[in-house]
């Protein structure tokens, strides 16, 4: 597939996401949209689903190939899809993430971050917090 063609595929792929158009993000993938092309600025497609809380469409996303722990680059948008779902209490999407194989103990900034649990637990999202503690989440020490 041309260089061209796969910019636009995801172009489109990060509006869909954006919009939340769950029918879109199934359908683009199959017509060659990569799950895992990150934007200009360096944010993955499932960062950004996460951060929306879009439990479908990252569920769609990892369906499609996405890495559960590949860690987003942009600006503000830097972290794993786990943390950023997690900051925000977003429990169905820590779900999906943890049932696609997120690592509960994965910290961001290559490892120097915070962990989705200090997320939660700074949020304060104690549910969300409760749903990484059983998936084998700890706090420090």
């Given amino acids: 597939m041309k260089q061209r063609q796969q910019k636009k595929l995801s172009h489109r792929l990060f509006g869909a996401i954006l919009a939340g158009d769950a029918k879109s993000v199934r ?20 960062y950004l689903a996460s951060v929306q809380g879009e439990a479908e469409v990252a569920r769609l996303l990892m369906e499609a190939g996405a890495s559960p722990d590949a860690e987003s680059r942009g600006p503000g948008s830097e972290g794993t899809p786990l943390c950023a779902a997690a900051c925000w209490g977003y429990t169905e999407t820590v779900r999906e993430l943890l049932a696609h194989g997120a690592d509960p103990t994965l910290r961001e900034d290559r490892g120097a971050g915070w962990s989705p649990l200090d997320w939660a637990d700074h949020g304060p999202h104690p549910d969300t917090a409760e749903v990484l503690r059983a998936a084998g989440a700890h706090p420090p020490g």
Wanted: aromatic share 0%.
């Fill in 27 to 46: 359908i683009l993938p199959r017509s060659g949209a990569s799950p895992e092309r990150r934007n200009a600025d360096g944010t993955t497609p499932l």
